[in-house]
């Protein structure tokens, strides 16, 4: 599983296809998914799972607001936001197909078919999405498609959910196509970093770097690797979720693809300057240090990073000097009155407060949250900074109202609680979930995303199990 998709995306770099032709590419990845496991089911979401993390596709740019309005060498068309039709749309949408399949002919075979809490938080969470896409914005025409493709994650869930058995099988082939994609992930960023700028490849979301090269507390333009990402921090939120939940096989794994995966991964972290990233990774493991209930695993880790400390330690100490230690002291900039990213995040919340006061059963609507700005004239987009307020919670409250947040929100604490408590907590992954999960919800109050389908890719997963244990 490892090096049929890590071989995949390399093919993909080097040949550079359109976008069409990656997204028939992943049809011939699926065939060797298949003929490894045997199972329609399971190679599909192996599949979905892999085309995640590109970001491109069938574009429609949808022109917000007219030139002018923010400086033209950054808007010199205007303010567009751009609907992105990505490969793994498409693959949902074949799960969706073949789960209606198995659900109507083999109802009887298919797995845990009852709904639990979870399972309907999680569904009112996505009709209060498109509800407000359809009487809280000003552009029902862009926030409902938007909000559309975003039902692949619903679909994700419950193809999990009803369809998979996930078993020890089962997390170590995910662990192992995790490992793929972090190995690439890196191996891209690695070349972007050496390049100090990206490869213009159809696989990378972003190739404009200048703007948002210089962030606002720094004072001098620094290149971060964006890999497939749309930006570094998200590359970095990725990364740092990825690597928490890796963390448990790494130590119980007897693979060098495990190890030699979670430090490159992890040399990649570093690199992306993502201080919220940085944040996320630590906290979520130190929760894997109190949480385990086998502790003796982190005395195993010393003991793997002291035989090869020759490598490691010369490696960290050049990420140290070269990375961590610049960044620590511009993030000092960080708290500038009048520029720095703690003043504008500040800022950015006290509007979006504003208009969540105003709008807060429906929000105003997926991609609203400049436009409601600028039509309220409030301090951020008044100032020309068109940039949505950079904490998930308070952006999701905006755009699909407080309903839909409280619906999430408690969809990950019932998830979490019943899978902590549950039969399944004897399952050695056990501590990885919640970890992975407590990395994403920590970043997410510093960025405005916080990699929803990560969440429910894991908690599907884990729900499954729990109720397959009772069961």
């Known amino acids: 599983m490892f090096w049929v998709t890590f071989l995949f995306y390399i093919l993909l770099l080097i040949i550079n296809p359109s976008n069409k032709i990656t997204a028939l590419a992943f049809g011939l990845l699926f065939i060797a998914f298949y003929l490894k496991l045997r199972r329609f089911d399971l190679s599909l979401l192996f599949v979905f799972i892999a085309s995640l993390i590109v970001g491109t596709g069938k574009t429609y740019p949808i022109q917000l607001l007219p030139p002018g309005v923010f400086p033209l060498e950054i808007f010199p068309d205007g303010y567009f936001a751009n609907l992105v039709i990505t490969s793994s749309h498409i693959i949902s949408f074949v799960m969706l197909i073949y789960f209606v399949r198995e659900l109507v002919l083999r109802k009887s075979k298919v797995l845990n078919f009852r709904f639990c809490l979870a399972d309907i938080l999680l569904t009112l969470f996505f009709v209060f999405k498109i509800t407000s896409a359809l009487f809280g914005s000003r552009n029902p025409e862009l926030s409902l498609p938007f909000e559309v493709l975003s039902l692949g994650g619903l679909v994700l869930y419950f193809y999990i959910r009803f369809l998979i058995n996930p078993n020890g099988k089962f997390w170590r082939l995910l662990a192992f196509v995790f490992c793929a994609l972090i190995v690439f992930e890196s191996v891209l960023a690695i070349a972007q ?21 210089k962030a606002v507390d720094e004072s001098e333009f620094t290149f971060r690797p964006v890999g497939t990402f749309d930006h570094a921090n998200a590359l970095g939120i990725w990364l740092a979720s990825t690597l928490v939940f890796l963390f448990v096989f790494v130590l119980k794994g007897k693979s060098n693809i495990l190890w030699t995966s979670f430090l490159i991964g992890f040399a990649v972290l570093v690199t992306t300057l993502s201080r919220s990233a940085w944040l996320g990774f ?3 493991m130190g929760f894997l240090v109190f949480s385990s209930r086998k502790r003796e695993l982190f005395g195993e880790l010393i003991d793997k990073v002291w035989k090869r400390r020759l490598f490691v330690i010369p ?15 511009k993030s000092f900039y960080s708290f500038g009155s009048d ?26 609507g997926a991609l609203m949250n400049v436009y409601e700005g600028i039509f309220l004239n409030l301090y951020t987009t008044a100032a020309s900074v068109p940039l949505a307020v950079h904490n998930w919670y308070f952006s999701t409250a905006l755009e699909n109202g407080l309903p839909a947040l409280t619906a999430f929100v408690y969809f990950t604490l019932v998830s979490i609680r019943n899978f902590w408590y549950g039969p399944a907590k004897k399952q050695s992954f056990f501590s990885s979930i919640p970890a992975a999960i407590f990395c994403l919800s920590l970043a997410a109050i510093f960025q405005p995303y916080i990699n929803l389908v990560m969440i ?13 244990s009772r069961k």
Request: glycine share 6%; hydrophobic share 60%; charged share 15%.
């Open 193 to 213: 970093l050496a390049a100090k700028s990206p490869l213009y490849k159809n696989l990378e979301s972003q190739v404009n770097i200048e703007y948002f090269g």
């Open 282 to 284: 630590f906290a979520g």
């Open 315 to 329: 490696a960290l100490i050049i990420l140290f000097f070269f990375f961590v230690l610049p960044r620590v002291e």
């Open 339 to 364: 520029s720095g990213a703690v003043f504008f995040r500040h800022i950015l919340i006290k509007d979006a407060v504003e208009i969540i006061k105003m709008h807060p059963i429906f929000g105003v």
């Open 456 to 468: 429910i890719l894991l908690l599907s997963a884990a729900n499954s199990v729990m109720i397959g």
